[in-house]
Every structure is written in structure tokens, then in C-alpha cells.
């Protein structure tokens, strides 16, 4: 079931959301199914910013890919404002994509590297009717200076191998937000670049959020970022939403045996604590493949309950009305 989250109008939708993969032998005969995302339900409201972080191979980039409609579901559903999105119509799917901004995890492979600066920021418009050229042109001007791209004149005749790894995940940002998009997805935009430029991007990215009013799904492995970023956070863990929360409450009060670990993983900044860098509990994430029985977190949790979390999945159990959390240590499996 969607929760309503009770923080506005819903933009967003996830319903009972699944994306599989069949696994073939010989190319034709089918031996079984990788469950990338596995029964996920949310709701992201217009302006808002949520995070899911969770490790690689959880499925999360499976998931942003089935939001943009650049892969096609297998069961439930994704809802737009009113409508409910269709990968084979056509028509649907081009006004989806004015209306939802991609941001990728590596901006070299992004950007074509024999078009200009000017070329790919203009060919988005062009394709979605921006007829004016002197339109396009102050979209571009003010997309380029907002991302401390000036003079802006000297960047548009630059190819993307002239740029530095920040200014290219810069022009990613601006040809994601130059058609004024209500959402931007954004999968690990700054896992690339050098940490000197990673809060800089990050800060960038807040600041056009909360300008323009546009909600953004922000993917990430790297949970000591999302505090910088959004409103809620999503922990995801074998192609499920584990733990959802706002984000002082996931950071300061996380209840998911899972996202405790990858909070206590986070390097602590203290001195005194140099020493005390601890690490996410010992073993492999779960084959999305064959996933494990019952809680998919159970060989690895410190704190399972043998004959319940190794044999019945864990529902979803109200914490607050904003916090939700899978696990049977908060609920009766009886
Ligand atoms: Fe651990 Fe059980 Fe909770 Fe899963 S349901 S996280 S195995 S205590």
C-alpha cells in the first residue's frame, strides 16, 4: 500500500512498484528473475527532496531508471500528478520527459562529446518546441549563470573534454533543469567528482531545488551527504524500502538494524573518535537473484529472531506518522 506521507500534494507516486529481469540460458530459456525492485511504495510531494541511499546492487538505480520510464515496470504502478505513467505510449512518455529532469552519475559519459555546450543545452528545447531562439538563449544564459558557469559566452563553444569534472556534471544540471522540469532524478550526481567539488555540486543542486520549487529524488550510496540535501530519506535494502523517515528522525533515532549500520559506517569527524570507525555487519548483500527468506537483512543482522525473520518478510510498522520501518523488532509476527 502508498502511505500518505501528509506533507502536501503528491507529485509522485510509487505504488507496489516492481521491476524484474528474466535470466535466460541459452537465450531462450528461462531459469529465473533478478528482483531489482521489489514491492516499492511512496509518495513524493511537489518541491520535496527525498534520498534513497542503500549499497550497490540494491536495486536503487534500477528504480530512479523505472521513475523515468526508461524501464518498463513489471508489476504495480508509477503516477504522475494525475496520470499513470505508460512506457508504450508515446506520447505520454514525451511529455513526461519535459517534465522530469535526469541527472547521471557520470557526466562525461552524459554528455556527447562532439556536440558544444550551446549544442546540448539548445537540443533539449528544440526537441520540446522552445521555437525562439532568443528564448533559448536566456534559458541558457541564466541556467549557466546560476551554476557559476561565466562568462557564460566562454563555456557554450566549449566540448565536454575541455570542461573539468565539476563543470560537466554542472551542464548535466543545467540541460536536467532547461525545460523547467517539476522533478529532477538525480543517481549518485556526485559519486565522480572530486570531493573538493562534491558540496559545491550538492549545494548547487539544494539551491535550484528550493528556487524553483522542483522536487528532486536524489540516489545515493553515501548517507553523510543526504543531511545537506532533503527533507526524507528512503534506506533501500534488496530491491525493498527498508526505512523511511524525515531526516533528522532516520539520522538521530534510525530504527532499522540495517540503517543503524550504515550510520554508525558513516566516519565519525571527532578526533576522539578516531579510532571508532566501525563497519556495515560483515557478509554480502543479498542476490537479488535468490534473495534471502523472511527479512531480506536477516544473515546479516545482529539482532534476528530465528524462526520468524529468516522465514516471514516484515510489513511496514508505524513509527511516527512520518516514520515507517520494515522489521520485526517493532511489530508482532505472532
Ligand atoms: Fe534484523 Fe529481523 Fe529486523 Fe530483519 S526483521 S532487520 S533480521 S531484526
Given at each position: ?7 502536501g ?97 557520470d ?21 520540446n ?34 570542461l ?76 525493498q524500502?527498508?526505512e523511511k ?7 538521530r ?5 540495517y ?27 543479498p ?48
Open positions: 500500500m502508498t502511505e500518505n506521507n501528509g506533507l500534494p503528491s507529485l509522485l507516486r510509487v505504488q507496489d512498484l516492481e521491476t524484474f529481469f528474466t535470466l535466460r540460458k541459452w537465450g531462450f530459456l528461462r531459469v529465473g528473475e533478478v528482483r531489482a525492485v521489489d514491492g516499492v511504495n511512496f509518495d513524493l510531494r511537489e518541491g520535496e527532496a527525498v534520498s534513497i541511499v542503500g549499497e550497490s546492487g540494491c536495486g536503487k538505480s534500477t528504480l530512479a531508471k523505472t521513475i523515468l520510464g526508461l524501464q518498463q515496470p513489471t508489476g504495480g504502478s508509477v503516477h504522475f500528478g494525475d496520470q499513470v505513467l505508460d512506457t508504450s505510449d508515446r506520447r505520454q512518455m514525451d511529455w513526461y520527459r519535459a517534465q522530469v529532469g535526469y541527472i547521471q552519475q557526466p562525461y559519459g552524459a554528455l556527447p562529446p562532439f556536440m558544444t555546450v550551446r549544442r546540448i543545452l539548445e537540443e533539449p528545447m528544440i526537441i518546441g522552445v521555437k525562439s531562439s532568443s528564448e533559448r538563449w536566456q534559458r541558457m544564459e541564466k541556467a549557466l549563470t546560476e551554476l557559476k558557469m561565466t562568462p557564460v559566452e566562454e563555456f557554450l563553444h566549449k566540448f565536454p573534454h575541455q573539468s569534472g565539476g563543470q560537466q556534471q554542472r551542464v548535466v544540471i543545467a540541460r536536467a533543469k532547461i525545460l523547467d522540469p517539476q522533478l529532477i532524478v538525480s543517481d549518485e550526481p556526485v559519486s565522480m567528482l572530486d570531493p573538493s567539488v562534491r558540496v559545491e555540486i550538492l549545494e548547487l543542486l539544494r539551491l535550484l531545488q528550493r528556487d524553483y520549487h522542483v522536487a528532486v529524488v536524489y540516489i545515493t550510496h553515501d548517507l553523510s551527504t543526504v543531511r545537506y540535501f532533503s527533507e526524507r530519506i528512503f534506506v533501500m535494502y534488496g530491491g524500502l527498508i523517515g524525515l531526516v533528522e528522525e532516520i539520522l533515532n534510525a530504527k532499522h538494524p540503517t543503524m549500520a550504515l550510520l554508525e559506517a558513516i566516519s565519525d569527524p571527532d578526533p576522539e573518535n578516531v579510532n571508532t570507525f566501525k563497519k556495515v555487519p560483515g557478509g554480502e548483500p542476490s537479488l537473484a535468490n534473495p534471502p527468506a523472511g527479512c531480506r537483512f536477516h544473515p546479516r543482522c545482529p539482532y534476528r529472531i530465528d524462526g520468524t525473520c529468516d522465514q516471514k518478510p516484515p510489513p511496514e510498522f508505524t513509527m511516527t506518522e512520518q516514520h515507517r520501518v520494515s522489521c520485526w523488532l517493532y511489530g508482532d509476527a505472532s
